[in-house]
DNA sequence: CCTAAACATGTAATCGCTTCCACAATGGGG
DNA sequence: CCCCATTGTGGAAGCGATTACATGTTTAGG
């Protein structure tokens, strides 16, 4: 429990001394500092981070907001932001509202309002007016990942592109019939991306002079199992099928993977499947895919923020436009079968 | 900005009496807390986390280790002690050491003892006995999930029951040529359960008078990926094969029904597989398996360490001894071709 | 109606650090 | 050789709460 005056006298300077030593900001001439260190050492001395906190306004702490953990892209983000904020040597505060509108309301109204936030990284929610604005009112940098929040700094892939491009690749191999396998309502509150997808499918189907089938817009939770639900039921029906699926997430092509096999439909032959996402699995499903690097973006939220606290240079401008993605051809999309 | 003085002057009362308000701790009569409260609300005042944390000692707020958020089990673990914690009003700081020594130093060494934290929970994490001392002499609650670690409270599943309880259901369906995928030696660092695991495979193989076999004590990463490629492995090879297989965690079992399923092998027909874990995805794979509540476990976890910081009662020990677990059978077991 | 216990509230010390300001020592230019 | 700009250090004022202690008020029992 040695606090910073046990420093001192064990280094025989004052307090004030100790702080410039350690912290680095002043100026303390060297013979000094290694004497301060040493004393630190020895006595196995930390600062207290809220002491230092509370006289310096700076926590050294992000808030991190997500949805849930439990789904690729929000582990994925979330460990390239604890990766990145470890080695800034920041602390990183987790917000989980787990889709509980109650926790949201206390992560909005109370938590991240305490003031032990240097600033906040929220993972694709879709914010409502007056969490931005109570997140505005703190003062503090805000970056969002993913949503497309007005004020807002935000990291993001470009959805309709995205989508659009899935769908101009399964054109282009000769499909007529494609489906689309987006979120649900429900989902598009939290992981507001969804539409942009669906509309940059239409535009491809458009493009091609397809027509968008209604029956053919399926819907699901962004999991495996929901994409597998809904693929079999539609691939199970007796009336008139796609011969391809664009899916809004790499799980629910996973799912509609599956689901293709154990209704003994092969995958590519009777059913392409392409996803977006990139995820790990992806190589092991021989899924096409557009993908994102959640990593990175997750990282990437980092360094902005830190920029916003003045903590890097700014570096011009990495993230005004869209996060790139890559287009990853598999073996899960093949011309349809004549 | 408003602090606690502002809310005073509002209200026309002292800061003490303010404090007492609105955290509850002494008398306070009940027109004054009423007359506080609308103050408070009015300036839109929330204590400074960092202020209330410094003078009481006390920070409401829980350190979280993790290895990974990848992992089904640490990220469904995850959900359940933030879903708990959000309830208790406790904020949560999550070290993500990702698996790299020199992350793992800096949060061991530096991240934890800073005095934010009212406790720790570390998750299946093999702590070396400095790291140890260090979580000790910080002189906080410590309770730790999965792992067996010396003088902490821990929570955690029966392993070697688990996996002996297992091999008994394929050698009780017939199977006499069953094989085990457990970790690597690279991942017992981290997640150290599975060599309570394989020896729990080997005690029910003995009691069954059946040979162990070196040959088929099969090592992966605990994913999806590992365990799919050594199935597929041993699987494809042209010498003798297992009828069976026991996985140490359900996502290597998925891995092991894709290969064999890649194989053109049918499970359970040419091959039963049996995990361990209740993931979320066994249902759609058919997994029979040996389910633990893992978010029962994160939420078990932080409500031993309130206990222990006296936020609750001292339940009359809910955890001492082993979390429960549930056989769940479903339909990638059966007795082997005859 | 009196007194002691219970209650309500204010005063002020304290938590452990950061940082502004003052002051002394050092050193280079005129 | 003197003066002023630097540089290094200490003193002390906060930062925004909590809480022990003191003080003034009720309330209830006798």
Redesign the interface.
């Known amino acids: 429990m040695a606090g910073i005056k046990d420093v001192a006298l064990g280094a025989g300077v004052s307090v004030a001394t100790v702080s410039r030593a350690l912290s680095g900001n002043g100026k303390v001439s060297a013979s000094t500092r290694a004497k301060v260190q040493r004393a630190a050492e020895e006595l196995?001395y930390?600062?207290?981070?809220?002491?230092s906190?509370?006289a310096s306004g700076r926590?050294r702490?992000i808030g991190?907001v997500v949805p849930?953990?439990?789904r690729w892209f929000f582990?994925?983000v979330?460990?390239g932001i604890?990766?990145e904020l470890?080695?800034a040597?920041y602390?990183?505060?987790?917000?989980?509202t787990?889709g509980?509108d109650q926790?949201r309301e206390?992560?909005f109204g109370?938590?991240l309002?305490?003031?032990?936030l240097d600033g906040v990284i929220t993972l694709t929610l879709k914010l409502q007016p007056h969490e931005v604005q109570q997140l505005a009112?703190v003062g503090k940098p805000v970056v969002a990942i993913g949503g497309l929040i007005p004020d807002i700094d935000t990291i993001r892939v470009d959805d309709f592109n995205l989508a659009s491009m899935a769908t101009e690749h399964l054109v282009g191999l000769g499909h007529r019939e494609i489906a689309y396998l987006g979120g649900t309502e429900e989902f598009e509150v939290d992981f507001k991306l969804a539409s942009a997808r669906q509309d940059g499918y239409e535009y491809a189907l458009d493009q091609a002079n397809l027509p968008v089938r209604p029956e053919w817009l399926l819907t699901a939770d962004f999991?495996?199992?929901g994409g597998?639900r809904k693929v079999r039921n539609v691939m199970a029906a007796p009336r008139r099928q796609p011969t391809a699926v664009v899916c809004a997430s790499d799980e629910m092509a996973f799912?509609a993977i599956?689901a293709a096999?154990d209704l003994g439909l092969s995958v590519p032959g009777d059913l392409s499947v392409v996803g977006i996402d990139g995820h790990?699995?992806g190589?092991?499903f021989g899924l096409t895919t557009i993908a994102q690097d959640a990593r990175g973006q997750g990282a990437s939220a980092v360094r902005k923020v830190l920029q916003l606290l003045g903590e890097r240079e700014l570096d011009r401008d990495p993230t005004r436009g869209f996060f790139p993605t890559e287009f990853v051809a598999r073996t899960s999309t093949a011309a349809p079968r004549a």
Chains 1, 2 share one sequence.
């Open positions: 196995g930390v600062v207290s981070f809220n002491a906190s509370l926590s702490n991190v849930t953990v439990g582990s994925t979330l460990e604890t990766n470890i080695e040597g602390d990183l505060t987790l917000y989980n787990g509980q926790h206390s992560v109370d938590l309002l305490r003031k032990r009112s999991t495996i199992q597998y799912g599956l096999r790990d699995l190589e092991l």
